[in-house]
């Protein structure tokens, strides 16, 4: 079992030792660059996977939820790209490279996440890794046309391997230990003696670059991949060619073996269908053929038990593990971004639009418009998420232009090429060649509207403008980690757009090449924007997928934090627009969002990523239990932490939570009842806490956070097995559930009168009703329509839940009707008897909600239906954003299941045909008859529900509303109905 990612560094180190300037980053819940290597451990429990998005990200193999994230040093553009990892045999070292700045192999403690040593002897990119089967030696290979082997317990260097041509990619150790063999852009393949580093023989045969080598586990065969699409079986002791084992449409990038020997998984590159296939040795027989990718996979594993392989990559950098007997998808691994094939420029100027689906191989146009975005409204620069689009049917955007006058632009064959042709009347006056590493291929072009810059982007996040005149580099815009496909320049050609393979959109200052923006917006409709300085505007639960990263210098392991870590300091949309105005001006942009707030709120004051090391939260260290995962038959469970202060700023508490609730504990010692219930030290810059909880549930998640004066930690988690009288479906010991429904149709200001609201308070009062005596020993439910829905109401039934509801319980609160932001911002639910003029006197306030919702001590979820109106066809919900209200809601020490009917802006809908809101009916169906129950066990659990209601309203809706559930990472996935 895996051990948890120590913080035992920070425990011993004075405060303020954290010298590097964070970097704004991206985590989407996966991969955003390509998959470069991929590998199960030992026992099959867990996948290991390595990106050029500079991050190594473990995942559990049996459920598919991501467990970690390994960081190590990253500056903006390639350094800290990883292009080669490797896990050793007995799970204790990780391996991996790429491009570093001392081209260095970093070895990882893979319990815990901490670099032990810089393996340097590259003298260039390193390419390739793999470790001896008794995990004592290590090989590697580089684009400087040498392999190095290295004896690991030492971290010395043992030989160097002379002789290719070309950079070296592939390499393998042999079964016993005693060889190792490399694979050449030379067309070559070489097998050396291990021990001696003699060179044994050069094996020849392919007619292309060899990619990838593998020898199979009896010791008998070598494999090779190529470029000539071509998977070759060699003689292992000699090196002898046995046959050409399968020809396959794409170029062959990755090979893998099963432990038995018997079967090879191939990679898909560069050519025709994405297909993996399984082939049988030594026949060649195509087992199986998995076709799920829809782009390149690098990287591909087979699981210890011969039964199930992994494979990476595809359009979104998705991850699947699937059956070797007929291709069945077991998981699928994915963040919640997709590529960017496509960007424009609306030609009024006040908004840029993206397409995440590919139509054509036109450098300046690849595929339609689906999304807008929003830099002006009303006269005013408010970058945020616009509408949906269809392709922009009426030519509202421009996307890359090929023609300025007697100016224009293309590459020789259409196509991506590493060549660009600027032409004046239809002749080539110059031709700009990609000629660096990064810039390896022209892959989308435009010419800025005036006619004054030739704009390319291209591979491996190359985004470069040209003087057309003389074909001389203007400027480099950096900042993209993937492929840029897209890039769209504004009317009066002072903003530049571009779309990448790294999943992002980002705004440029044309004249200097200043990145502006950078928008990332997720599958789940939640989006976040953000200036280079870390300014940023989110919806709701936007900045979920953007964190600070600390390099703590290249021989350690970086530090992460959500961005909403600090959102006091940083989520400023104000900012965030006048940064855009004045084109990356951030003293005017905070002085101007200073004169226009009013005096509502206090003034921004100016921070840089330098002053997060001042404001950091503490870091917590679990003691005991020492493992992640627990397993227990002890209804009493004892958790010892630690916290210590990252720089000069005394720690305020250290507390415990289980299943996302405070709990009360039970005393540090079993026999001592005079014992205090918790054991807490804060002494400065240091604490502690003992305490133990009584488990009710099977399943169940403990988390410990620390707090200074400006905010908490993330927390530390351990997911603890209970295996004692757990309660069950049939068990005679169930929860109570406590359901509060509020809706009104029915307004005492008949302006405000909406159709179906008080239909769907009712429904989800009676859906959960339907529980009692199945999931819940009993339901007790008070539902609030229309008149009885009074400001008074309202508070008296929130007093009535909190009072009610126990540990062991399970709460829901349901709100249908309208909302209202005052001026300030303030977010209000209309009650039956509100008066818009009157907020403060009639409305019911947000905190009235969050105060008993965070207090509860049971399992809570909160279900919001009251959205923002617009025009569409059907009813609409609400008079304002509550964007704001949810944020204050959605934070890991809430505990708090919190489900909206949509994001942001959006409408939530209702329909006559329906008799309900799309929310609500998605609801119905999904609990009512249990079709929420994906994996058909009789029982739907929250992320079942959270699935099939984003999915099911989205149909409802033609893909315009967009339901989120935030659930907290210490809150274990539990049941919410039951057969």
Same mark, same amino acid.
């Given at each position: 079992?895996?051990?948890?990612?120590?913080?035992?560094?920070?425990?011993?180190?004075?405060?303020?030792?954290?010298?590097?300037?964070?970097?704004?980053?991206?985590?989407?819940?996966?991969?955003?660059?390509?998959?470069?290597?991929?590998?199960?451990?030992?026992?099959?429990?867990?996948?290991?996977?390595?990106?050029?998005?500079?991050?190594?990200?473990?995942?559990?193999?049996?459920?598919?939820?991501?467990?970690?994230?390994?960081?190590?040093?990253?500056?903006?553009?390639?350094?800290?790209?990883?292009?080669?990892?490797?896990?050793?045999?007995?799970?204790?070292?990780?391996?991996?490279?790429?491009?570093?700045?001392?081209?260095?192999?970093?070895?990882?403690?893979?319990?815990?996440?901490?670099?032990?040593?810089?393996?340097?002897?590259?003298?260039?990119?390193?390419?390739?890794?793999?470790?001896?089967?008794?995990?004592?030696?290590?090989?590697?290979?580089?684009?400087?046309?040498?392999?190095?082997?290295?004896?690991?317990?030492?971290?010395?260097?043992?030989?160097?391997?002379?002789?290719?041509?070309?950079?070296?990619?592939?390499?393998?150790?042999?079964?016993?230990?005693?060889?190792?063999?490399?694979?050449?852009?030379?067309?070559?393949?070489?097998?050396?003696?291990?021990?001696? @580093?003699?060179?044994?023989?050069? !094996?020849? =045969?392919?007619? +292309?670059? #060899?990619?990838?080598?593998? $020898?199979?586990? &009896? %010791? /008998?065969?070598?494999?090779?991949?190529?470029?000539?699409?071509?998977?070759?079986?060699?003689?292992?002791?000699?090196?002898?060619?046995?046959?050409?084992?399968?020809?396959?449409?794409?170029?062959?990038?990755?090979?893998?073996?099963?432990?038995?020997?018997?079967?090879?998984?191939?990679?898909?590159?560069?050519?025709?269908?994405?297909?993996?296939?399984?082939?049988?040795?030594?026949?060649?027989?195509?087992?199986?053929?998995?076709?799920?990718?829809?782009?390149?996979?690098?990287?591909?594993?087979?699981?210890?038990?011969?039964?199930?392989?992994?494979?990476?990559?595809?359009?979104?950098?998705?991850?699947?593990?699937?059956?070797?007997?007929? @291709?069945?998808?077991?998981?699928? !691994?994915? =963040?919640?971004? +997709?590529? #960017?094939?496509?960007?424009? $420029?609306?030609? &009024? %100027? /006040?908004?840029?639009?993206?397409?995440?689906?590919?139509?054509?191989?036109?450098?300046?146009?690849?595929?339609?418009?689906?999304?807008?975005?929003?830099?002006?409204?009303?006269?005013?620069?408010?970058?945020?998420?616009?509408?949906?689009?269809?392709?922009?049917?009426?030519?509202?955007?421009?996307?890359?232009?090929?023609?300025?006058?007697?100016?224009?632009?293309?590459?020789?064959?259409?196509?991506?090429?590493?060549?660009?042709?600027?032409?004046?009347?239809?002749?080539?006056?110059?031709?700009?060649?990609?000629?660096?590493?990064?810039?390896?291929?022209?892959?989308?072009?435009?010419?800025?509207?005036?006619?004054?810059?030739?704009?390319? @982007?291209?591979?491996?996040?190359?985004?470069?403008?040209?003087?057309?005149?003389?074909?001389?580099?203007?400027?480099?815009?950096? %900042?993209?980690?993937?492929?840029?496909?897209?890039?769209?320049?504004?009317?009066?050609?002072?903003?530049?757009?571009?779309?990448?393979?790294?999943?992002?959109?980002?705004?440029?200052?044309?004249?200097?090449?200043?990145?502006?923006?950078?928008?990332?917006?997720?599958?789940?409709?939640?989006?976040?924007?953000?200036?280079?300085?870390?300014?940023?505007?989110?919806?709701?639960?936007?900045?979920?997928?953007?964190?600070?990263?600390?390099?703590?210098?290249?021989?350690?392991?970086?530090?992460?934090?959500?961005?909403?870590?600090?959102?006091?300091?940083?989520?400023?949309?104000?900012?965030?627009?006048?940064?855009?105005?004045?084109?990356?001006?951030?003293?005017?942009?905070?002085?101007?969002?200073?004169?226009?707030?009013?005096?509502?709120?206090?003034?921004?004051?100016?921070?840089?990523?330098?002053?997060?090391?001042?404001?950091?939260?503490?870091?917590?260290?679990?003691?005991?239990?020492?493992?992640?995962?627990?397993?227990?038959?002890?209804?009493?469970?004892?958790?010892?932490?630690?916290?210590?202060?990252?720089?000069?700023?005394?720690?305020?508490?250290?507390?415990?939570?289980?299943?996302?609730?405070?709990?009360?504990?039970?005393?540090?010692?079993?026999?001592?009842?005079?014992?205090?219930?918790?054991?807490?030290?804060?002494?400065?810059?240091?604490?502690?806490?003992?305490?133990?909880?009584?488990?009710?549930?099977?399943?169940?998640?403990?988390?410990?956070?620390?707090?200074?004066?400006?905010?908490?930690?993330?927390?530390?988690?351990?997911?603890?097995?209970?295996?004692?009288?757990?309660?069950?479906?049939?068990?005679?010991?169930?929860?109570?559930?406590?359901?509060?429904?509020?809706?009104?149709?029915?307004?005492?200001?008949?302006?405000?009168?909406?159709?179906?609201?008080?239909?769907?308070?009712?429904?989800?009062?009676?859906?959960?009703?339907?529980?009692?005596?199945?999931?819940?020993?009993?339901?007790?439910?008070?539902?609030?329509?229309?008149?009885?829905?009074?400001?008074?109401?309202?508070?008296?039934?929130?007093?009535?839940?909190?009072?009610?509801?126990?540990?062991?319980?399970?709460?829901?609160?349901?709100?249908?009707?309208?909302?209202?932001?005052?001026?300030?911002?303030?977010?209000?639910?209309?009650?039956?008897?509100?008066?818009?003029?009157?907020?403060?006197?009639?409305?019911?306030?947000?905190?009235?909600?969050?105060?008993?919702?965070?207090?509860?001590?049971?399992?809570?979820?909160?279900?919001?239906?009251?959205?923002?109106?617009?025009?569409?066809?059907?009813?609409?919900?609400?008079?304002?954003?509550?964007?704001?209200?949810?944020?204050?809601?959605?934070?890991?020490?809430?505990?708090?299941?919190?489900?909206?009917?949509?994001?942001?802006?959006?409408?939530?809908?209702?329909?006559?045909?329906?008799?309900?809101?799309?929310?609500?009916?998605?609801?119905?169906?999904?609990?009512?008859?249990?079709?929420?129950?994906?994996?058909?066990?009789?029982?739907?659990?929250?992320?079942?529900?959270?699935?099939?209601?984003?999915?099911?309203?989205?149909?409802?809706?033609?893909?315009?509303?967009?339901?989120?559930?935030?659930?907290?990472?210490?809150?274990?996935?539990?049941?919410?109905?039951?057969?």
């Amino acid at each position: 079992m895996l051990k948890r990612v120590l913080l035992f560094i920070f425990m011993l180190l004075p405060g303020m030792l954290l010298g590097e300037t964070p970097i704004l980053v991206i985590d989407s819940g996966g991969h955003m660059a390509k998959i470069k290597d991929i590998m199960f451990t030992s026992d099959g429990r867990y996948l290991v996977s390595a990106a050029y998005d500079k991050t190594v990200r473990v995942w559990d193999a049996e459920t598919g939820e991501m467990v970690r994230t390994i960081r190590g040093q990253i500056k903006e553009g390639d350094e800290g790209k990883l292009y080669a990892a490797a896990l050793s045999p007995d799970d204790r070292w990780l391996a991996v490279g790429g491009w570093m700045k001392y081209d260095e192999i970093r070895l990882i403690d893979f319990r815990t996440g901490e670099i032990v040593a810089l393996l340097k002897g590259h003298s260039n990119v390193l390419l390739g890794l793999d470790f001896s089967p008794d995990s004592r030696r290590l090989v590697s290979s580089s684009s400087d046309k040498t392999a190095i082997i290295w004896d690991v317990l030492n971290q010395k260097k043992l030989h160097v391997l002379e002789g290719h041509e070309m950079r070296i990619y592939g390499v393998a150790y042999s079964a016993d230990n005693s060889m190792v063999a490399t694979g050449s852009d030379d067309d070559s393949i070489k097998l050396w003696d291990a021990y001696s @580093g003699r060179l044994i023989t050069t !094996m020849t =045969g392919h007619t +292309k670059d #060899v990619l990838s080598l593998v $020898f199979t586990p &009896d %010791g /008998r065969y070598l494999l090779s991949g190529s470029d000539d699409k071509t998977i070759r079986l060699w003689r292992a002791e000699s090196g002898r060619l046995v046959k050409v084992l399968a020809t396959q449409n794409t170029t062959v990038d990755h090979l893998s073996v099963s432990p038995n020997s018997r079967m090879v998984l191939s990679g898909s590159g560069i050519g025709g269908k994405k297909t993996n296939n399984i082939y049988t040795i030594p026949d060649g027989y195509n087992q199986t053929a998995f076709k799920k990718h829809r782009n390149i996979v690098l990287s591909t594993a087979f699981g210890p038990y011969n039964k199930v392989v992994a494979t990476g990559g595809g359009s979104n950098q998705e991850i699947y593990i699937w059956d070797v007997r007929d @291709g069945a998808v077991k998981h699928k !691994m994915v =963040g919640k971004g +997709k590529r #960017v094939w496509n960007v424009g $420029f609306a030609k &009024d %100027g /006040r908004s840029i639009a993206w397409g995440k689906t590919w139509r054509s191989g036109n450098l300046f146009d690849r595929g339609d418009l689906e999304q807008r975005f929003n830099l002006i409204e009303d006269g005013e620069f408010k970058p945020s998420l616009g509408s949906k689009m269809d392709g922009d049917p009426h030519g509202e955007y421009t996307r890359g232009i090929r023609q300025v006058g007697s100016l224009s632009i293309r590459t020789p064959d259409g196509g991506v090429n590493k060549e660009l042709e600027i032409l004046r009347n239809g002749s080539v006056a110059h031709t700009v060649v990609c000629e660096t590493s990064t810039c390896i291929s022209h892959r989308g072009l435009t010419l800025s509207p005036d006619g004054q810059h030739v704009i390319s @982007g291209g591979s491996n996040g190359s985004l470069l403008s040209f003087d057309p005149y003389t074909g001389k580099q203007l400027h480099e815009f950096v %900042g993209h980690a993937g492929d840029v496909w897209g890039v769209a320049v504004s009317p009066d050609s002072r903003y530049l757009v571009s779309g990448s393979d790294d999943q992002t959109v980002r705004l440029w200052d044309l004249g200097s090449g200043k990145n502006l923006l950078t928008v990332f917006h997720a599958s789940d409709n939640q989006w976040v924007a953000w200036t280079p300085e870390g300014y940023y505007s989110s919806s709701s639960g936007g900045d979920k997928y953007i964190g600070w990263q600390i390099n703590q210098g290249y021989e350690r392991s970086a530090l992460y934090y959500p961005a909403s870590r600090f959102a006091d300091q940083f989520r400023q949309p104000l900012v965030v627009g006048n940064y855009v105005k004045t084109r990356g001006d951030l003293d005017r942009a905070i002085k101007l969002a200073n004169d226009s707030r009013g005096g509502y709120k206090k003034n921004v004051k100016k921070y840089g990523a330098g002053d997060l090391q001042n404001i950091l939260p503490p870091a917590v260290f679990i003691q005991f239990p020492t493992e992640t995962m627990v397993t227990t038959a002890d209804e009493k469970f004892c958790v010892k932490a630690v916290a210590r202060s990252l720089n000069n700023e005394d720690i305020t508490d250290i507390w415990l939570t289980l299943n996302g609730r405070k709990t009360r504990g039970l005393g540090v010692s079993a026999s001592a009842a005079s014992q205090p219930e918790v054991n807490k030290q804060l002494l400065g810059r240091r604490a502690s806490l003992e305490q133990c909880v009584q488990l009710t549930d099977r399943d169940n998640t403990i988390s410990v956070f620390a707090s200074n004066q400006y905010g908490s930690s993330d927390p530390e988690v351990i997911s603890v097995r209970w295996k004692g009288n757990v309660q069950q479906i049939d068990d005679i010991f169930k929860p109570k559930l406590y359901v509060l429904s509020i809706g009104i149709s029915r307004y005492a200001d008949s302006q405000l009168n909406l159709d179906v609201a008080h239909k769907d308070a009712k429904a989800v009062a009676r859906i959960f009703q339907g529980q009692e005596g199945k999931l819940f020993r009993k339901v007790e439910s008070r539902v609030l329509l229309d008149d009885q829905a009074t400001r008074d109401d309202i508070l008296d039934g929130l007093d009535w839940i909190l009072q009610e509801s126990t540990q062991k319980d399970m709460s829901i609160i349901f709100m249908a009707g309208h909302g209202m932001n005052d001026k300030r911002n303030n977010y209000y639910f209309l009650p039956h008897d509100a008066e818009m003029n009157r907020l403060r006197r009639t409305g019911v306030k947000w905190f009235d909600f969050q105060d008993v919702v965070v207090s509860l001590p049971s399992k809570t979820i909160l279900m919001v239906d009251t959205c923002h109106s617009g025009n569409v066809t059907g009813k609409r919900r609400g008079l304002s954003d509550m964007t704001e209200a949810i944020r204050e809601l959605n934070s890991a020490d809430s505990g708090v299941v919190v489900m909206t009917a949509a994001t942001g802006r959006e409408v939530s809908q209702e329909r006559p045909e329906w008799g309900h809101g799309a929310f609500t009916k998605a609801l119905v169906e999904g609990l009512g008859s249990l079709d929420a129950d994906y994996n058909r066990n009789g029982i739907v659990e929250i992320k079942e529900l959270d699935l099939f209601i984003t999915e099911r309203v989205k149909a409802l809706t033609g893909g315009s509303q967009h339901p989120t559930t935030e659930i907290p990472q210490t809150l274990p996935n539990f049941p919410v109905a039951a057969r």
